[in-house]
T-cell receptor, first 112, second 112 residues
Framework: KAGVTQTPRYLIKTRGQQVTLSCSPI?????VSWYQQTPGQGLQFLFE???????NKGNFPGRFSGRQFSNSRSEMNVSTLELGDSALYLC???????????FGQGTRLTVV | TQLLEQSPQFLSIQEGENLTVYCNSS?????LQWYRQEPGEGPVLLVT?????EVKKLKRLTFQFGDARKDSSLHITAAQPGDTGLYLC????????????FGQGTTLQVKP
């Protein structure tokens, strides 16, 4: 069974640009969540999707958005990139909300 | 706001030594998950504990969930260089959420 797949693995963007990250959950998993990981702040929750609906949102500005499709695949978008958005973005999936949660390898975003 | 305090933050030990990592909170969690992460990769799920007082063993790793479901510990017996990595505890506030609350992480270095 394939794990959580995130694409791309690495991205370099310029300040002011926007970026879209993709996540394919484990087959059959319906809950997808996103996290930002930085050396200073650790892992911080961005948002959670279940059945194509955002169920929870972390304390991030509106420049961060996401969505989930009917096949449970998810995307997150960051607009007007800032240097501080440089981080490892992690997608996680679980069968249902509150179940064991598995992470993808992450997308390393560097904003220059 | 639910918080998880993880300690110690850094641990450098010799091969063969034992160690314990602690995860504490004033809040009750429906479950707690332990992960291990290598640099540049996503966290890998080691174990999920759900019941207060539960003890789970994974080879040389022993995980315990506190009776009140507010704290957890990870004990490694006879650490090996292959155990080196970042250990993360993460709690779910309820069974009806996919939002994980993470501890700050423990960076473990096991020297040969």
């Amino acid at each position: 069974k394939a794990g959580v797949t995130q694409t791309p693995r690495y991205l370099i963007k310029t300040r002011g640009q926007q970026v879209t990250l993709s996540c394919s959950p484990i087959s059959g998993h319906r809950s997808v969540s996103w996290y930002q990981q930085t050396p200073g702040q650790g892992l911080q929750f961005l948002f959670e999707y279940f059945s194509e609906t955002q169920r929870n949102k972390g304390n991030f500005p509106g420049r961060f958005s996401g969505r989930q499709f009917s096949n449970s695949r998810s995307e997150m978008n960051v607009s007007t990139l800032e240097l501080g958005d440089s981080a490892l973005y992690l997608c996680a999936s679980s069968l249902v909300r509150g179940a064991r949660t598995f992470f993808g390898q992450g997308t390393r975003l560097t904003v220059v | 706001t639910q918080l998880l305090e993880q300690s110690p933050q850094f641990l450098s030990i010799q091969e063969g030594e034992n160690l314990t990592v602690y995860c504490n909170s004033s809040s009750v969690f429906s479950s707690l998950q332990w992960y291990r992460q290598e640099p540049g990769e996503g966290p890998v799920l080691l174990v999920t504990v759900v019941t207060g007082g539960e003890v789970k063993k994974l080879k040389r790793l022993t995980f315990q969930f506190g009776d009140a479901r507010k704290d957890s510990s990870l004990h490694i017996t006879a650490a090996q260089p292959g155990d080196t990595g970042l250990y993360l505890c993460a709690g779910l506030g309820s069974s009806n959420t996919g939002k994980l609350i993470f501890g700050q992480g423990t960076t473990l270095q096991v020297k040969p």
